[in-house]
């Protein structure tokens, strides 16, 4: 997979340099370049922000620096599939695991990180004749800037490439998944600070154990994340309608 990535700070993106991002990096099975934004402007100040048409408070990024960044990341030796543009924003959709799963099968991303207010939606219009266009939100919340937004996609969606986790196996199982939470987990020793360790984990009968974590999952979603419970239900009764 090729990911570009276009900041006024790309020296945020050294952390993808560490751990199994970077060893993907250094295997090759990722090529990860990253762009200064103020390398794309004309003046002698480098400026990449302006006052908001129609006023309002803070700044706006302009669009010029933008188009002439994302020109220059078509410009290099691409794949041949169409690149896909991740503009991440707080107004965006929200990236799910699902979102992770799908950017994962793709060849070619393109990250813009914003700062300020945003960057002109000019550059969203004017993009799609060039990339797959996706605003995307990691939360409701809002950060300084697309950079970290950027971090946490990348290493949500680049950890599901062939050949990056050390045990795949490991993606069956965890959180979202089969969109359910993940359930609890121990190691040893089997009693901690009086703390016990459940003893059907103890038993080494699998079927047993397969069926209280199971339990455990549904009864922790419910819990914490009753909308992702309420989803799991309506598929679970859709496919036995099916199976009918
Ligand atoms: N930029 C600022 N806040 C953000 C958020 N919650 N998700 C993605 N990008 C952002």
């Known amino acids: 997979m090729r990911i570009d990535a276009v900041s006024i700070f790309p020296e945020f993106f050294d952390v993808l ?23 794309f402007t004309t003046d002698r100040h480098r400026t990449v922000d302006d ?10 990024m302009k669009p010029e620096p933008w188009a002439l960044a994302l020109e220059n990341v078509l410009a290099a030796p691409s794949p041949a599939e169409r690149p896909v543009l991740i503009i991440p924003t707080p107004a965006g959709d929200v990236f799910t695991q699902r979102t992770a799963e799908e950017l994962a099968a793709r060849e070619h991303l393109v990250f813009a990180a914003g700062r300020y207010e945003g960057i002109d939606q000019r550059v969203t219009d004017w993009a799609q004749e060039h990339f797959d266009v996706l ?3 990691i939360g409701d919340y809002v950060l ?5 937004a950027i971090i946490v996609m990348v290493e949500a969606i680049t950890r599901l490439l062939p050949g990056v986790l050390g045990n795949p196996e490991s993606l069956d199982e965890e959180s979202h998944a089969d969109g359910l939470l993940e359930y609890p987990v121990y190691t040893k020793p089997a009693v ?9 984990l103890l038993s080494g009968n699998h079927a047993k154990i397969d069926e ?17 419970y309420a989803k799991h239900i309506v ?10």
């Open 17 to 39: 340099d560490l751990s199994l991002i970077g060893k993907a990096q250094r295997d090759g099975l990722l090529e990860l370049r990253r762009h200064q934004l103020r390398d």
């Open 51 to 60: 006052t908001p048409t129609g006023g309002g408070a803070g700044m706006v």
């Open 135 to 137: 605003p995307l939100s």
């Open 144 to 148: 300084n800037g697309g950079e970290a």
């Open 192 to 200: 901690w600070r009086g703390h016990e360790v459940p003893e059907i």
């Open 212 to 228: 209280h974590r199971r339990q455990e999952q549904l009864l922790r979603t419910r819990r914490i994340r009753p909308d992702l």
């Open 235 to 244: 598929a679970q009764e859709e496919a036995a309608r099916r199976a009918d």
